[in-house]
């Protein structure tokens, strides 16, 4: 992994729910960046399950998410970050003051749960935010290496 002065580089991902775009960002960074970068993620307000649909679509490109499971931000409020990310606009308003300082960067991305419409047609709005996730967020982390 990345380090800096012998110190592992963690980034904490949050989003309200932790069902979809933070679990799906944390499989991304975990499995294009694991090298360099260690990512968990949590949510303001924790759904039940990580969406199946977020699972299926990180299947495909490869990444398994199927044992994740949402949880809470305060969890991690104590534990020392690198790097804070927000995926959502509403984490990014109600962001919970970490315990050390850290840096955080806000980068939004929709929704996909919010998706209408036939199952390819929720899948391909899940594709396509996965794709988008890939194309800013990892190269985000790679220029901070």
Same mark, same amino acid.
């Given at each position: 992994?990345?380090?800096r $002065?012998?110190?592992?580089?963690?980034?904490?991902?949050?989003?309200?729910? $932790?069902?979809?775009?933070?679990q799906?960002?944390?499989?991304?960074? $975990?499995h294009?960046?694991?090298?360099?970068?260690?990512?968990?993620?949590?949510?303001?307000r924790?759904?039940?399950?990580?969406?199946?649909?977020?699972?299926?679509?990180?299947?495909?490109?490869?990444?398994?998410?199927?044992?994740?499971?949402?949880?809470?931000?305060?969890?991690?409020?104590?534990?020392?970050?690198?790097?804070?990310?927000?995926?959502?606009?509403?984490?990014?308003?109600?962001?919970?003051?970490?315990?050390?300082?850290?840096?955080?960067?806000?980068?939004?991305?929709?929704?996909?749960?919010?998706?209408?419409?036939?199952?390819?047609?929720?899948?391909?709005?899940?594709?396509?935010?996965?794709?988008?996730?890939?194309?800013?967020?990892?190269?985000?982390?790679?220029?901070?290496?």
């Amino acid at each position: 992994m990345s380090e800096r $002065n012998g110190v592992t580089r963690r980034v904490l991902i949050l989003c309200t729910g $932790n069902s979809c775009r933070s679990q799906m960002a944390e499989g991304w960074v $975990n499995h294009l960046a694991g090298g360099r970068w260690r990512a968990h993620s949590a949510g303001t307000r924790p759904a039940a399950a990580v969406h199946p649909l977020a699972v299926k679509v990180m299947a495909e490109v490869g990444v398994d998410i199927a044992g994740g499971r949402p949880e809470h931000v305060d969890r991690y409020l104590e534990e020392p970050w690198d790097l804070v990310v927000t995926v959502c606009d509403s984490a990014k308003e109600t962001c919970p003051i970490f315990s050390r300082p850290v840096e955080t960067i806000h980068l939004s991305f929709p929704d996909p749960a919010a998706a209408e419409g036939s199952e390819e047609e929720r899948i391909a709005v899940f594709r396509a935010v996965l794709d988008d996730i890939r194309a800013r967020l990892v190269p985000e982390l790679v220029r901070r290496d």
